[in-house]
């Protein structure tokens, strides 16, 4: 290699002129590269919350369905106690008839 001139490298307009094309190029690929990784982490992100949405509805569902079988399950039990209730008194009737 060649050694450099003496001479002030702020004067050689060229050089400088290549450095900062040198240099605007790579940002430009630094910023292009990041901007391709948060739109990849972006996507990830978008797919998690889908899937989260997903569960979310299903187990808002699955909470509706259950809070809809313990209200059947509480007329179910009222019916029952009152058949209970029935059938005893008709037993104690009977009972008592003898």
């Known amino acids: 290699m060649e050694p450099r001139r ?3 490298v702020y004067s ?3 050089e400088l002129d290549d450095l900062l094309l040198r240099l605007t190029k790579q940002a430009d690929e630094q910023h292009d590269m990041v901007s391709d990784i948060l739109q990849q ?3 990830a992100l978008y ?3 889908r899937a989260a949405r997903q569960l979310w ?3 808002v ?3 509706h369905g259950i809070v809809e079988l313990i209200d059947q399950l509480e007329e179910l039990l009222t019916m029952a ?3 209970i209730q029935q059938g005893r008194a008709n037993y104690l009737a009977n009972c008592t008839a003898f």
């Open 57 to 59: 509805r299903f187990i």
């Open 61 to 63: 569902g699955l909470v």
């Open 12 to 14: 050689d307009t060229f």
């Open 47 to 49: 797919r998690k919350l």
């Open 6 to 8: 003496t001479s002030s």
């Open 41 to 43: 982490e972006n996507n």
């Open 81 to 83: 106690r009152l058949r």
